[in-house]
């Protein structure tokens, strides 16, 4: 993978980045839930948030309805944080898939992960498959699925030992596909219209189901996967340099490649659970991270993970407000916007190697 030559943020204006961008999302998320069908003024958004604060709440004037307070703590508060674990969560896979693979084109969607953890998770959906596994038998399903669909494309891509880039994405592609008819299989034989509607739908990518109880497994996977992926930012920099470099920088290679195989899965199987497929957010965030911040994933890491959750969040917002009072699933409008971007950057790379 190549390095970034230029960037927009030197190494003493990241922590600044950081505070900015963590601003940016707590802003984002007050006036995201106001906004939708039924809109919430903003100043009435804000004192609902108020009047929950354990001490200053009882202080403030209670002017707004009992309506807008369902609406923005029932139903925009809880979707507008799923939205914000999901994009940072899809955002994170992909910048660990791409120092897995070390290539910037690498991503959930294309590499075929996405439809990998839909398929099992369908299945699980439709026909109840993994229910023994309890509460959490779609998102085990979606992490099942996607951890196959990884593994497999990694093992296809590896020529001699190494990774060729060609095979890597052909192979994503293939594999993609067949999990693709997989699923197409599995919906044709749903036992009923309605879960054959509903497991359509929730392919398609979208945040209208949000729950309060579906944010605590995707978030706890989040901290968990952003934490062990820091302490090991220094192996992702050395990866990079080539896996042989990187052993003789002392990186046990096929220890981080596991490790890295594990939380990939992880993420895009817990996030696609609660989600279904958006595409690629792993692909354009990570790419715009380095663009800004360079290549050292002790910035990207953290840099990505909050523009992932502020693009997801303002997406669900389109989706939500374009066609009113009807509603676009969000993977529809990242497919719309990420298409033309993978062009660009298949193009862009194209002309560095002619150069």
Known sequence: MEREKSFLVDGAGVPWLILFLAAAALLSAAAASGLG???VAPGETLKIFASRLPIA??????????????IVLGLR??????????GASLAVTGVAMQALVRNHLADPFILGVSSGAAAAATLGMLFGVFSFLGAYSLSISAFIGSAVTITAVYALSRVRGRINIPQLLLSGVAIAMIMDGVTRIITLSAPNALGLHNATFWMSGSLAGARWSYLTLPFAVLVLCMAALMLNYRALNLLLLGEESAATLGVDVRRTHKLLVLLSSLMAGTTIAVSGTIGFVGLMVPHFTRLIVGSDHKKVLPVAALLGGILVVWTDVAARMVIAPEELPVGILTAVAGGPIFIWMLKRRGG????
């Open 57 to 70: 709440g009882g202080l403030v004037e209670h002017s707004w309805r009992a309506l807008d307070e369902r």
């Open 352 to 355: 560095r190697k002619q150069r």
């Open 37 to 39: 069908p039924v809109s």
């Open 77 to 86: 508060l809880p979707r507008v944080l799923l939205g914000m674990t999901v």
